[in-house]
């Protein structure tokens, strides 16, 4: 039997990748930059560590991402007076400007995926998908922590 569940979970993310670079490119954003945008306009003073845990991504791709959109003017980075070593990201008036027509794009994109479903399947197909993902880096830290072991 053919191992589909990789399969379609890599297709869907490459098309929605794509369809989102492409809706985002007039904000000057990219499908991996967004999400951090629409997280420091929800939660200003949300700190860099506290991204790791949202998305589940390397801490450089992260702290590569924040640099970007420092310098493209979204967000602006200020040391926390708990714990000098942290700093805390606000949005820019260009963050939050661009802020409700890049979370129209998002929530578009997700009706139209949605749109074969049936409405009261929804939220139950978007926990299945969480849980997957979830049990996904589940079974991949356990690999990493069994070769790191081995080491």
Not at 50 to 76: C, D, H, W, Y
Not at 91 to 96: G, H, K, M, S, V
Not at 111 to 128: H, K, M, T, Y
Request: with cysteine.
């Amino acid at each position: 039997m053919e191992q589909t569940l990789a399969k379609w979970l890599s297709v869907g993310f490459r098309y929605t990748a794509m369809h989102l670079d492409r809706a985002l490119a007039p904000f000057g954003l990219s499908s991996s930059q967004y999400k951090y945008v629409l997280r420091i306009c929800e939660y200003p003073g949300i700190t860099q560590d506290q991204f790791f845990a949202l998305f589940f991504v390397n801490p450089s791709n992260i702290t590569r991402s924040l640099v970007a959109l420092e310098k493209e003017g979204f967000l602006l980075r200020r040391q926390s007076t708990r714990d000098r070593r942290t700093y805390q990201l606000f949005p820019t008036e260009r963050a939050r400007e661009a802020y409700p027509r890049i979370k129209a794009i998002c929530d578009d994109w997700q009706e139209r995926l949605l749109a074969g479903v049936p409405p009261e399947s929804r939220d139950f197909a978007l926990q299945v998908l969480e849980s997957i993902a979830l049990r996904a880096v589940e079974e991949n830290d356990k690999e990493v922590s069994a070769d790191e072991s081995q080491q």
